[in-house]
């Protein structure tokens, strides 16, 4: 399974951004799916997750209630809406493919990613 994100770009501290991420094909079995960003010279972190049916999410607590994840399981895709932007949140964002069915935080847990895609909120 391939995924391409998209939607990065630099917006104003405040503005908002959405993200997608596109799956090359659906996997053989149902999979949660998760969005994750890394900073300059920092970890990857988690930032959100959505389990298969779309019926449960979890954020990181620096972005609950900003961020919204949504699924089209029809359409293959993963998207994060992104609100209230701060410059914290400047990262390359990644999507990924969980191993299973539920929502999940260890990205050890994820079987495919995304080559990731830029957002820099300027102050």
């Known amino acids: 399974v391939q995924l391409q994100a998209s939607g990065g770009g630099l917006v104003q501290a405040g503005g908002s951004l959405r993200l997608s991420c596109a799956a090359s094909?659906?996997?053989?079995?149902?999979?949660?799916m998760g969005w994750f960003r890394q900073a300059p010279g920092k970890e990857r972190e988690f930032v959100a997750t959505?389990?298969?049916?779309?019926?449960?999410?979890y954020y990181a607590d620096s972005v609950r209630g900003r961020f919204t994840i949504s699924r089209d399981n029809a359409k293959n895709t993963v998207d994060l809406q992104m609100n209230s932007l701060k410059p914290e949140d400047t990262g390359v964002y990644y999507c990924?493919?969980?191993?299973?069915?539920?929502?999940?935080?260890?990205?050890?847990?994820?079987?495919?990613w995304g080559q990731g895609t830029l957002v820099t909120v300027s102050s």
């Open positions: 990924a493919v969980a191993l299973g069915p539920t929502t999940s935080t260890d990205n050890k847990r994820y079987r495919y």
């Open positions: 094909r659906r996997t053989n079995s149902n999979n949660g």
């Open positions: 959505i389990n298969w049916r779309g019926s449960d999410t």
